[in-house]
């Protein structure tokens, strides 16, 4: 390919993928898989990387983020961002509806754009030719932060416009608000309080520390989003009103609220406020309102502005979700995955519509770092689908008596060992503990654990809830009579049941080990267990030193196994699992010669890739095979690649080994490669 070629390659891809973000992140309507966009973006990533300078900032590749600033530079908009004035009630708008007929000296109804007021983060880009060259804070309304190359990493900000009406639009200010979705938000907190790290108090909170962001490598990680509401200066282009304006927004490819609606009159506003009230629960980000717009523009100029705000807007505030209320006590919960949160339990109190009894405190970081004690008076916070949550402690009015509060070194319902890991506190008697049943049920019958096929989330519910299975080695002990003994079994589907159990007790080391659940230890790792461990046995006696002198364990997982397996309820289990007759020395699947100790090596450190379709192995299967004897699978071919594995209609993969001189093998020959 030469430079005018790769040019041309450079914006037909750019145009597709430019398209295909359209589709999905504005319109929410995609017209291609994932697998088929992410093709083209790595071809436009390699057709760049060969031609380095035809990379140009509004390229879709650009949106990784880049060095960390020392601080940001500051914009001033060339048009102030005004905040807006509050309406609570219906009364209050009603007086801001008669304010403007007085002003604009009328009786008619006046048009209205009613629109759902976002909290997250105002923020002002700026297109130059249709192209995105800056971004901004709203700041003190009148000079905000430089951030564009945060916004650059929104995937939902056009790096480009699209439209016809284009090459007259030479500078474009558009306005909107940032936010973070509330399920994305629940995410990140999720996240990050596995990781130790703060959690963000709101979605608003989260949206702006990500904004303003210094390393925007960062903010790329983070799940923002944003709707347009407005413009600021607006060169060559001629609207009548407000309404006009969002449309030719969304045209150009901006993202529009779909829920912004005209209203004629105040009434019809105040309708819409009431829905949107009631719709506000099932919406899945945060609103605390509706912004109320006079729709025609020559109206807004004559209505005009004081100092902070217009005249021709107003923020219709919905009922606050905070409230102020006491700690009565601190429980302690136990979660499907065996970690405690601590949940206040609170004086009932009524925010916003909803009584909230019960807080969650997260993890004991947060306790501490909020300085949470019981008995303390606290504000609540209620947002969507976001679970109550403490904001601040009200210091002021504590009395000397509020008691600190400390997770357990005992787990609450079952009596196992507590440890921390990292922020987390966990109960470690995975195999018995009654919080984390199913889900450790589910988990060892898994595909890549024990492989019991046919054990579905409904049965395993079903044997718990009805007390025949206590702890994963019930399963071992479960019968026809007892099975069928429960709704919706017959004698057919309880006995196929009943031979996939007792198929699944002849396993490997590996899979046992990753069954068990220990925390810590993946499917990586509990095959760096079989490698060193001959037995589960050897294991289980095994100490924290010999487990630290294995290269690939580090401290906490060293402790969790060692811990793991010094848990009474654990050993019991696992005893019970043993007297089933579950394998505790067995060779591999398909008859390959895998044995647990002293394991063929002949593929140690060669590294793999798979291609096409093979027949007699999944992929899944080809690739335990493959690390069982020592080999590595990767995804892409290069220079560093072994073999590469091609079945029937194999792809791109194939080319690229023959083009290195790979050597390839099919599946007969894969066969008799790994059985030689
Ligand atoms: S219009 C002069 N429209 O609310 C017009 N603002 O206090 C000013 N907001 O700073 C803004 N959704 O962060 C407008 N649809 C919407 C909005 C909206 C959220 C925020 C924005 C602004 C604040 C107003």
């Known amino acids: 390919m030469d430079e005018r070629e790769a040019l041309k390659e450079i914006e037909k891809l750019r145009d597709e993928i430019n398209y295909h973000n359209y589709r999905y992140y504005i319109l929410d309507s995609p017209v291609i898989s994932d697998a088929e966009y992410d093709r083209l973006f790595k071809r436009l990533v390699e057709t760049e990387e060969r031609f380095p300078h035809l990379i140009t900032p509004d390229s879709p590749t650009q949106r990784v983020g880049a060095e960390p600033l ?10 102030p961002m005004l905040s807006l004035n509050n309406a609570n009630t219906p009364e209050d708008a009603r007086e801001f509806d008669e304010k403007i007929k007085r002003f604009l000296n009328t009786k008619e109804d006046i048009e209205y754009v009613a629109e759902p007021k976002l909290d997250g983060l105002a923020i002002e880009l700026v297109y130059a030719d249709g192209i995105f060259t800056g971004g901004s804070t709203r700041g003190d309304g009148y000079t905000g932060e430089d951030v564009t190359l945060n916004l650059r990493t929104v995937k939902s900000i056009p790096l480009k416009l699209i439209g016809e009406k284009l090459p007259l639009l030479s500078r474009l200010e558009v306005r909107g608000e940032v936010f973070i979705p509330i399920k994305a938000f629940n995410n990140l907190n999720r996240d990050r309080g596995k990781k130790g790290e703060p959690l963000f108090a709101n979605p608003r909170n989260a949206a702006a520390g990500s904004v303003r962001q210094l390393d925007s490598r960062i903010t790329a990680t983070r799940p923002l989003d944003i709707y347009c509401y407005g413009t600021g200066t607006i060169e060559s282009a001629k609207f009548k009103t407000h309404f006009e304006i969002l449309q030719a927004l ?3 490819g ?41 729709n025609r523009l020559d109206l807004q100029d004559m209505l005009g502005a004081l100092t902070r705000s217009p005249r021709w807007a107003v923020a219709y505030k919905f009922k606050a979700r905070q409230e102020t209320t006491k700690i009565r006590n601190i429980e302690v919960g136990v979660g499907r995955t065996g970690a405690l949160t601590p949940v206040a339990v609170l004086e009932p109190v009524n925010v916003g519509g909803v009584t909230v009894e019960r807080a969650t405190l997260h993890n004991q970081n947060e306790v501490d770092r909020k300085d949470i004690k019981i008995g303390d008076w606290v504000i609540v916070q209620r947002a969507g689908d976001v679970i109550p949550e403490i904001v601040t402690v009200i210091k002021d009015r504590r009395n000397g008596n509020e008691k600190p509060f400390k997770l357990p070194s005992k787990c609450p319902l079952c009596g196992s060992t507590v440890i921390r890991n990292g922020a987390i506190h966990y109960c470690t008697g995975g195999l018995s503990c009654p919080a984390q049943l199913k889900e450790g049920i589910r988990h060892f019958s898994s595909k890549r654990a024990m492989n019991i096929e046919g054990l579905g989330d409904r049965h395993i519910n079903q044997f718990v809830e009805n007390g025949v299975i206590k702890d ?130 002949s593929l140690k450190d060669k590294q793999f890739v798979l291609t096409g379709t093979l ?23 290069s220079k560093k690649t072994d073999y590469v594995i091609a079945g029937a209609e194999p792809g791109s ?23 030689s």
């Open 254 to 294: 901006l993202k529009v609220n779909p829920l912004i609606k005209i209203c004629k009159g105040i009434e019809e506003v105040i309708k819409y406020h009431e829905e949107m009230e009631k719709k506000r629960e099932d919406i899945p980000y945060e609103l605390d309102g509706v912004v109320v717009k006079v």
């Open 250 to 252: 969304k045209r150009w």
């Open 70 to 79: 020392g601080e940001f530079k500051t914009i001033a908009h060339t048009i």
């Open 653 to 675: 993969k194939y080319d690229k080994a023959k083009e290195l001189d790979i050597k390839t093998l099919n599946e007969a020959e894969f066969k008799r490669f790994i059985s």
């Open 472 to 601: 994963v080695a019930d399963l071992y002990n479960l019968n026809k009579e007892n099975v069928t003994g429960l709704e919706r079994w017959a004698d057919k589907s309880a006995q196929n049941l009943i031979e996939q159990i007792e198929k699944s007790k002849n396993t490997t080391l590996p899979r046992l080990i990753y069954a068990l659940g220990i925390r810590q230890v993946g499917e990586h790792m509990a095959k760096v267990l079989a490698d060193n461990f001959s037995s589960l046995d050897e294991l289980m006696r095994t100490s924290y030193e010999r487990l630290m002198e294995i290269h690939e364990i580090g401290p906490e997982t060293a402790k969790s196994i060692i811990t793991f397996f010094k848990e009474g309820h654990n050993r019991k289990v696992i005893e019970k699992l043993k007297k089933a007759g579950v394998k505790t020395a067995v060779s591999g699947q398909f008859g390959a010669p895998i044995q647990w100790m002293g394991r063929v090596s």
């Open 615 to 637: 027949s007699e192995f999944t992929r899944d299967e080809a690739k335990e095979l493959i690390e069982n004897l020592g080999g590595r699978i990767t995804s892409t071919v």
